[in-house]
């Protein structure tokens, strides 16, 4: 499926006893794409936390870290109508609050 604003549309697995699943409470998700680009060699410091249908890594997190994650699609292009982005970006905010009242 294709979106004309928001890019090609797929759905990801997102793999067990990580963050996002935690977060999500989900094994799939259905979500944006218009990268052109993918991870080809992962850090030893990162883990994969969700995978597309062709086995490319959609998301990663730092497990060392309360809040290091990269994700390969645009959750702010749903941000408004869908509750899984939403999600994702409070998590996001309330991250950057813990760590700036660690540091004050």
Known sequence: MNDRNHGLC?????LPDTS?????????????????????????QLKPMAV???GIIEAVYMPAHSFVWGIQW??????????DCQ??????????????NQTA
């Open 20 to 44: 996002l699943y935690k977060l999500l409470g989900k094994n799939h998700i259905h979500v944006n794409s218009i990268h052109h680009q993918a991870v080809k060699d992962l850090s030893e």
């Open 74 to 83: 645009h959750p702010e292009y749903w941000y408004e109508t869908n509750e």
């Open 10 to 14: 797929h759905d990801v697995s997102i």
């Open 87 to 100: 999600k994702i970006f409070r998590q996001f905010s309330e991250s950057v609050s813990n760590s700036r």
């Open 52 to 54: 597309s249908e062709d």
